[in-house]
């Protein structure tokens, strides 16, 4: 929320507990619902509590490799939940939207 707040985030990707992503969304961010976010490689964000176990965790896989984070997981005796959500790649297709329109394409039945 502080990156946010100072405009670091404007228009980057990023997620914060549940309870402020409607501010984050509102100081310019794109909101994300995932555990990890990273938009770049400068911006990476963590979604709750024990989240930020997860980041820290990525940090190490992503600067130090994944024998170290693995030792590092053994270490805290935590195992990482979930998937980091990058900035990048092809976009999931939004079925409850595509379902809508095609109904909508479809020709009323008159009988």
Do not use: C
Not at 39 to 52: A, I, Y
């Amino acid at each position: 929320m502080l990156l946010a707040m100072d405009g670091l985030l404007k228009d980057r990707h990023a997620v914060t507990n549940q309870i402020g992503m409607a501010a984050l969304g509102a100081l310019g961010a794109i909101p994300v619902n995932a555990r990890v976010v990273e938009d770049g490689p400068r911006f990476v964000s963590g979604g709750g509590v024990t989240s930020g176990l997860d980041v820290a965790l990525y940090l190490v896989e992503r600067e130090l490799g994944p024998q170290i984070a693995n030792a590092v997981e053994r270490l805290f005796e935590y195992e990482r939940r979930g998937t980091v959500w990058h900035a990048e790649g092809i976009a999931p297709i939004d079925f409850k939207t595509s379902q809508k329109a095609s109904k909508e394409e479809q020709p009323a039945v008159v009988p």
